[in-house]
């Protein structure tokens, strides 16, 4: 049973400033993106549910991946504008160590289903007459599962001996919320071994799922070459193009934030790249899979219009 071995009971949060207008302006930023990040992912998720022309195995995901965009934002940021507007940085050892867990749970998840994602794409172009029999429901429902299985396992292998970690010298992390690095900077004990076993388990996890990808688009692209039509290669670059951006963000972010050789290192730098993939990248996402969607604007459209009428009587 998990169970705290530490003599610490709270923890400090500094944050990203101690300048009062900063804050007010972070705060400000802070709840405008995440009011939109929550809002644009939630939209997806009801035109995912609600039209019948997007009960495809693409939109499932996308649904899914709306999903987890929402819970990783939601894990860090309502606590963190709570802090901003009250001045209180102190959070529990339990509630630093959930919150820590999380973040990597969900993180780990959001890589495991991009690269599912992708493999979608390829089925969908490079075998688009098996495409229905390959990604019916059941094997959607089963390899989503299998993400979070997958995610799970990878993050709960070097996070079991992390919670036996001492917190003699210090409780102030620096960072605006619990995450391994900055954990693992104030502790006590030898973190040497912790370290590398994140690390290690982080570059698995990077490398397999970039490779998934990756070979994906790279059998996508030879595929959608050989089509015979400008218009055809066109239509099909289009269907993949908002999840390439999107995979773009993902990595280049998660990529400079957790490959470096210590955890000791200084993370001042980081805080600012975290703050950029718990906030704007989940408002981003929504935009950049609705403005270039053409199914998933008509859908939208056909609420709005229904929403009006509705209004109107």
Not at 52 to 73: D, G, Q, V
Not at 127 to 155: D, E, Q
Not at 171 to 182: E, G, L, M, T, Y
């Amino acid at each position: 049973m998990m169970r705290n071995h530490t003599s610490v009971t709270t923890f400090i949060l500094l944050g990203l400033t101690d300048d009062p207008q900063m804050n007010a302006l972070v705060f400000f930023v802070l709840f405008v993106t995440y009011t939109l990040s929550v809002t644009g992912n939630l939209t997806i998720i009801v035109l995912v549910l609600e039209d019948p022309r997007l009960k495809t195995a693409m939109y499932f995901f996308l649904k899914n991946f709306s999903f987890l965009e929402i819970s990783f934002t939601t894990v860090c940021i309502p606590r963190f504008l709570y802090s901003l507007s009250t001045g209180d940085k102190s959070i529990t050892y339990f509630a630093c160590v959930s919150q820590m867990f999380l973040v990597l749970l969900l993180g780990a998840t959001e890589f495991f289903l991009l690269a599912l994602m992708s493999y979608d794409r390829y089925v969908a172009i490079c075998k688009p007459l098996h495409y229905v029999t390959i990604m019916n429901s059941r094997v959607c429902g089963r390899l989503v599962f299998c993400c979070w299985t997958a995610g799970f396992f990878f993050i709960i292998i070097p996070l079991i001996p992390g919670l036996s970690l001492e917190f003699c010298n210090s409780n102030v992390i620096d960072h605006f919320a619990c995450d391994a690095s900055p954990l693992l900077k104030i502790s006590c004990s030898d973190t040497w071994v912790v370290e590398q076993m994140a690390i290690v388990f982080a570059i698995i996890i990077l490398l397999t799922t970039l490779l998934c990808v990756v070979l994906s688009y790279s059998l996508i692209i030879k595929t959608i070459l050989k089509f015979p039509t400008a218009q055809q290669r066109k239509k099909a670059f289009s269907t993949c193009s908002s999840h390439m951006i999107v995979v773009s963000i993902t990595y280049g972010g998660c990529i400079f934030i957790y490959i470096k050789p210590s955890a000791k290192d200084e993370v001042a730098i980081n805080k600012g790249v975290a703050l950029l993939t718990t906030t704007f990248a989940p408002m981003l996402n929504p935009f950049i899979y609705t403005l270039r969607n053409k199914q998933v604007k008509q859908a939208f459209m056909d609420v709005i219009k229904r929403i009006s009428f509705i209004f109107k009587k």
